[in-house]
């Protein structure tokens, strides 16, 4: 870890994903269909709700009872149901799968970035594009350093490019990663209408 995450614009929830990896992964897993800093604050709610951030306690929680405490307002994301069960399945898997060490996923073995990749990729919610992105968080802000992560990463991990919650370290570079998302939003429907005619 290289410093302290500035990603949600809350000190609480930005030193929780600066010093929990599972923070960090949870906050990827949530990053959709709502504001990033929405997405990357779930795992302080659900902290501050539980007591702790634990795999195995998220993992073993009663699922009805954990979906409740996802939909308390300020509910951890606009599908708080949905998104319960998600985080459940990936701290079951973070418990089989590493030990209850999120940060395993990136370090056991000293992984190059295509292990990493890949590894992100089994896990339930991670897909392609996800994986990515968090391979460049890794890289970027997490102190990673594994061989080819820029290249597993894909466009994600370019040097000096703002296109996710990888390059956010400020409210201007925020700005900028928002520029880049609706451009490819606008840049996509164009193509999609284009395609109609």
Partial sequence: MTGTLHITGDAAADDLLSTSPLALLLGMLLDQQVAMETAFSGPEKIRARMGAL?????ADANPEAFAALCATPPAVHRYPSSMAARI???C??????WGGDAAAIWTQDAP???QVLKRLKALPGFGDQKARIFVALL??????DGAGWRNAAGPYGEAGSFRSVADIVDATSLAKVRETK?????????ARSTGES
């Fill in 54 to 58: 634990d795999a195995e306690a998220i």
């Fill in 88 to 90: 459940q399945s990936v």
């Fill in 112 to 114: 190059d970035g295509a």
């Fill in 139 to 144: 890289g970027k802000q997490y102190g990673y």
């Fill in 92 to 97: 079951r898997a973070v418990v089989a799968d």
């Fill in 182 to 190: 609706k451009a490819v939003k606008a840049a996509a429907k164009a």
